[in-house]
Structures are given as C-alpha cells and as structure tokens.
C-alpha cells in the first residue's frame, strides 16, 4: 500500500511529522514502513509558463520556437521538439539553471542556430514513470489547465513535493489498505482525531429502481449488491487534483470516471464498477454462478472461460463482468458514454480468490475482496463515487439505490480482562490507560470492574479473540516501554558445543586461506549421489520425490560442488576455490548415517601478482597445504598422512588418499583430465574428507617448549632411491632412526635425470638436530646420522648421491 503524506494530511494533522518520523511511529506500532520516497527526485527550478508564441524553427522541421512568459520581466525563447506543443498551453518549464532527475542541469544552448533558455518538460522527464502517464501525454510535453498562474512552482501542482510511504502489509491487516484505514491507524497511533469525507448528494425525482434491477441467485456468495444510476455525464480528463492521487498511489489516469473508482477504492478500499447503461443490454442486474464454459471478454480484450466456480455480474443472459475482478469490455465505460451504472457490491472473498487465481488476473478489486472488506462501508463508498462524479463529470445521480442485500452488519464483541492483559505483555498498565487506547482506537467498549467487552468494529475483522486485544493494547502502549526482563528458569545460556567451534574454526581457516563457502542441496540425482570408488552403492531414495533429479540422498558433496565450478565457469570466473561443510548420508539401518564432510574446488591462478610479473597456478601442492594448514590447526599434524592412490574420476598420478592415524578419512587430488572436459572444467583440483574424524579426534593438551638456548646443527642428505618409492616413506624411517636429537626432516628437493640411472631418482632432505639441554657435539650428530643412513640402506636399498 503506497500513502501519500499529502493525502493523508486531510484526514490527520501531520504537520509536527516529517516522513521519516511518521514511519518509524507507524513501524513501532506494528505496521512496516518498508520504504520513504521522495517524488522530488532532485528537481529544482521547474515552473508554470505560458506558451505566447509557437513557430516552426526555420532550419528543423520538428523543432518548434516558442516564447514563453515564465512570470520574468521578459518572457523567454525555449527550442520545443515536442509534436503537441501550441500557443497558448501552460506547461512545465525547467528554466536555466534547473536541475532534472539523475542531476541533469538545464543551461543555455544553440539548437540549429536559435538560443533555447530553458525547457519545456514531459512527465517522465521530471521523474514520473511512463506506466503513470496519461496516454494524452505519453509521446509529448505536458498541458496544465488554464487555472495556474506562469512563474508559479510546477511541482505543486503535480504534486512532487509529495513522500510517500510503502506499507508492508500482513494479509490480516487489509484495513490498512485504503486511506480512511490508514487514517484510523495513524490517529491511533499519534493520538490525533480523523476527519473522514461525509458525501452529500443531490439527487433527481427520478427512482433509480425504475432503470435497473438487481436479483441475487445466492446471497452466500454476494451478501449486499447495490446499483446507482447516474444520467448525463461528461466522459473527460480528470482535474489534476485527481490525477495526482492516483499518480502517487501508483494508478495511471484514464477518465475522470473510472479514474473517480479508482480513488474511492484507494480512499474507502471499496472496489467499484461503472458500466455503460446503454451498453449493459438490459434493465435488470443478475449476480448468479457461471455456467461451465461461459465465455467472457474482459476489459483487456481477452476472452476467458468461466466455470461454475466462478462469480459473475450479468445482464440476466449473458456474463458482463467477473465479480469482485474485472469488467467486461462490452460494457466500459467509453468516450460516449453519458449513462452509468455504478456497482458498489460485497462479494465472498473464496470466490474472488478462486476467479482470479483461475483466470491469472490479478487486480487492486481482487486483491482487496481476497483479503475482506468493509461491509459497513459499501453504500458510504458508493455515495462518495456518485458525488465525485457529480461534481466532475456533471453527473444527474437519480434517486435511491438498485439493491438486495443488508448493507451492514453488527461488529463482534470480544472481552479482556487487564489483569490478563498486564499478565501477557509483562506490565502494568491501569484501566485507564486501556480505556483511553480503545478511544484512540475508536472501538466502543464497556468496563465492567477491569474486564472491556469490546464492540470490534467490521472494518477490523482481524479481530476475533482476546488476544487479539492484548495485542492492540500492547502496540499502542509501546513495545519500547514493556519492561525487559530475564526469564525465571533453571537452565543454562545457549552456548555452541566443542564440535560448532571447532566448525567455524576450520570455516574461518578456510576462509582465511581464500575459499569462498557454499551451500548445495542434499539431495541430487542417482548419477551425481556418489564421487568416490568406496562409497557405497546403495541408494537412499525418497518415498516421493520432487523430480528425477532431487531424488536421492547424496553420499559425496563434491558432485555438486563441480556443478559451482561450472556455473561459475560458464560466467567466465576462471579463478575458483570454494569449500563446503555439510552432511551426507550412508546407508545404516533403517535410517541412514549422517556424517559431516568437508569438500573443496580450486582452479585456475592461486596467487597473482601482477606488478610483479608473477602467477602461481593451482597444484596439487596447494591443495595438499590447505589440508595440512587444517591439521595444525587441530593439532594432528603429526597424524595425519597422505598415500598415493587410484581414483577412477582423478588424475592416475596426482591423487592421494588422506589418513588420520590409520583411518582412510577422505581423498585429495586432480580431475581426471576426461571428467575435466566431460564438465568443461580447466585443470582442477579437489579434496573431500570425513570432517567429523578430524574434528572428533583425541589431541593431547597444548605443550610449550623452551627456547632454544644451544645451537642446532643442519646436515643435507641426498639419497637415491627407486623412483616408484614414495618420499613420505623415506621421512617416516628417517624420523624413527634419527632419535630425539633429529628435530626437523624437509624434502627440499627431488631429481631424476642425467647422472642417475634409469628407474632411480634423488631425494634431497635437509636433517636438523637439536640438543634443549647442551651444545650438540660432533660425536652426538655423527652417531644420529650415520642411523639414518644405516636405516634408508636396509630398508630402502638407498645410497647417497655423489
């Protein structure tokens, strides 16, 4: 709901408010105020000038000079390329100077030879939305009436000095969606008094019951319908007071009648229809079921079929209207129009609902039937369209009202006791102070010794029960004055478990390395549920799935993770790391395991410094490094390994199984260069582990060591090996021989090549020892490394390079 603070001003005085002061009150007391605009996007200096003049430019035939009196000593000479400029229009005039929306300055210029001072203005170019603009106006400058005076301040008089505010609307508050309803509010809400419209209508002798007739088939679907015929009325543009109403609510105009029942549902939230009464087709109005496969043509030029589950107005033989939706179009309101039927009607809300969901028609009319109207306000509504049209279209309204139906009906009474009340918010408000917020809220009421009996008027139907009063009660005192308090309880804060840190320690590290997070659906498709060769192959499938492609539980995250990859791909992002933390689910029973995995996706660059001339693709190195940055995190850095491996969808010679103590927890290495092209991927690199095992496992408690006090003393080492014999394997023997003493073992290098036989490679370590208690001696290292070199020989066959 769009309310502009000028329009609600003549119903609550708003003068001590700014927008933004009224919406944060209209907030706090329970209805949303999503946003505050301004109409005057930045303009300034636009002005009232009349047209003196109006010649063909010489050197253009589009262009136009015009002298136009602008209320200066002088008037001005302003180029116009605008097809409906002509002497003597008022029009809006940026003068020199001025600024236009998106800070367009309007200065002097030359326009085939012809100085222009200023411009002559259309409605978009001072920000309205082509959607809003009279189609009079919408390929050209825009024409005031004669009632202005030159100089005067355009805005005005179009209304962009105008804020509007946007209601966010609950479907129980569908009171709140026309002006008197927000009037109501606001008066509540500010303590002010309302003034509503009270029409007062001149009538002719003539009997309005001997034009037209109305029968109602069944009064459970249309409670109350009434007629009102109208003779002699002037089909024409709406003055611009009007036009700017709807404008603002964001209602093109059309004519001055229709344009009179878009108002008055925007004022009273009572949806009208005028029909042409010479083209209605007869003098009766029947409200009846459609017949299955009736057809109509409704206002947009569209035939619809109708169904018996549908509402329609007829003429007692044909459809010439879907209730509570939209008009037909044999039946509009035309240029030649000089006879209206004015439809004021109350129609079951299940049944708009049905019509308009059906028909894909969706309109200001429906929506406000859907949500349920004011039953008590449908003859005032039609009294006010009638006077309306009385006054501007020069209407005769005849005598009394076509009708069948009560017109109104009794509110609901619901009581309260304010113990209760004061129970639930946690307060103490007196007897006192709720009385005189039921008078704000202008509901009638009776106190009998603290407990209200409270006459819920019909405009508020979201009113049913005491809670609903407590509620009331409770917005309007003030949430911010209900006192904080701690619950009484015996338990203890919330707090996250051992597990939730140490998952968002390996989120933030993660992160901190330069992954980007994920989240992927948990349930996939038979051939993307599982990656790796032992998983297992047992599917778990729902009972009913969505489609084909969410219908299994995944056991590998990494399938999905690949489809990121893509996405991103297509999109031409060639630089990818991402890494989720989610579940996935094994076969166990009855129902599956759910187990928490980490997967990862790198491609493309890792570091690139370009100021540098320096670019690191992604490795498997990098890769692997993210896992051992985790281990340390975690304290297993000394258990966690890594062994060659065989994985179908990976890289034959850059995969590695990842080990935690003795347990397979996961996988790490490169796409198989054919899942690589069968996805359209450049060379990537994946990881996937058991992130529970990792998380889970026992660590020893931190210990600190000294520092170091003594020297410690580095040997390098250079053995040859077999080249199928992994360097891990070497470091691990090499640890266990080297004793104590042996502090820090680095693969620095590997060579194989010229000098080296056939089949044999070199691995480089650099050896470092340390003694925390005393001066490592030459004996002491000797002895550490010659185990070494004993120990790599035995086990390994392996010899010292020369």
Known sequence: MLVSMNWLQQYVDLDSYSADELADLITKGG??????????????????????????????????????????????????G??????????????????????????????????????????????????????????????????????????????????????????????????????????????RSIE????????????????????????????????????????????????????????????????????????????????????FGSKEVVIRRAAEGEKIVTLDDTERTLSSDHLVITNGSKPVAVAGVMGGADSEVQQNTTTILLEAAYFDSKLVRKASKDLGLRSDSSARFEKGIDRNRVIGAS?????????????????????????????????????????????????????????????????????????????????TISEDLIEEVGRLYGYDNVPATLPITESTPGQLSDYQKKRRRVRRALEGAGLYQTVTYSLTSPSKRVFFSNETTDAIRLAM???????????????????????????????????????VFLPEGELPKEQEHLAGVVSGLWQEHLWQKEKKPVDFFVVKGILEELAVEFGVEDRLTFARADEPKLHPGRTAAVHLDDELIGYIGQLHPEVEKELDLSETYVFEINLEALLKADVDHLKYKKLPRFPSVTRDVALVVNESLEAGQVKRVIEEAGGAKLVEINLFDVYQGEHLEEGKKSLAFSLRYYNPEQTLTEEEVKKAHDRVLTAVEEQFGAALRS
């Open 196 to 279: 509503l419209p009270s029409p007062e209508l001149v009538r002719s002798e003539e009997n309005a019951q001997d034009y037209v007739s109305v029968q109602i088939e069944n009064e459970d679907d249309n409670p109350y319908y009434g007629a009102t015929v109208i003779k002699n009325v002037t089909i024409a543009s709406s003055p611009q007071w009007l036009i700017n109403r709807l404008v603002s609510a964001g209602i093109r105009p059309i004519n001055n009648v229709v344009d009179i029942t878009n108002y008055v549902l925007l004022e009273y939230g009572q949806p009208l229809h005028a029909f042409d009464y010479d083209r």
């Open 31 to 80: 209805i949303e105020v999503e946003t505050v605009e301004q109409l005057n996007k930045g303009i300034s200096g636009v002005v009232i000038g009349h047209v003196l003049s109006c010649e063909q430019h010489p050197d253009a035939d589009k262009l136009n000079i015009c002298r136009v009196d602008i209320g200066e000593e002088e008037p001005v000479q302003i180029i116009c």
């Open 82 to 191: 605008a097809a409906n400029i002509a002497a003597g229009q008022y029009v809006a005039v940026a003068k020199v100077g001025a600024v236009l929306p998106g800070n367009f300055k309007i200065k002097k210029a030359k326009l085939r030879g012809e100085a222009s001072h200023g411009m002559i203005c259309s409605l978009q170019e001072l920000g309205i939305e082509s959607k809003l603009v009279h189609k009079e106006y919408a390929d050209g400058i825009f024409v005031f009436s004669d009632d202005v005076t030159p100089g005067e301040d355009a805005l005005h008089y179009l209304n962009l000095n105008d804020e509007i505010l946007e209601l966010g609307l609950t479907p129980n508050r569908a009171d709140a969606m026309n002006m008197i309803g927000v009037a109501y509010e606001v008066g509540a809400v500010l303590n």
């Open 545 to 583: 799935p969505m489609s084909e492609e969410r219908s299994e539980l995944r056991t590998s995250l990494l399938p999905h993770l690949l489809e990121v990859a893509q996405y991103n791909k297509n999109r031409q992002l060639e630089n990818l790391a991402f890494y989720e933390t989610a579940s």
């Open 383 to 463: 009294e006010r369209a009638a006077q309306l049209i009385q006054e501007i279209a020069g209407g005769t309204v005849l005598k009394g009202t076509a009708e069948q139906g009560d017109r109104t009906v009794e509110g609901k009474e619901v009581s309260i006791e304010v113990t209760r009340i004061n129970q639930v918010l946690g307060t103490e408000i007196s007897e006192t102070e709720v009385a005189a917020i039921f008078e704000r809220l202008q509901f009638s009421y009776q106190n009998f010794g603290g407990t209200f009996t409270v006459q819920v008027p019909p405009r508020r139907p979201d009113i």
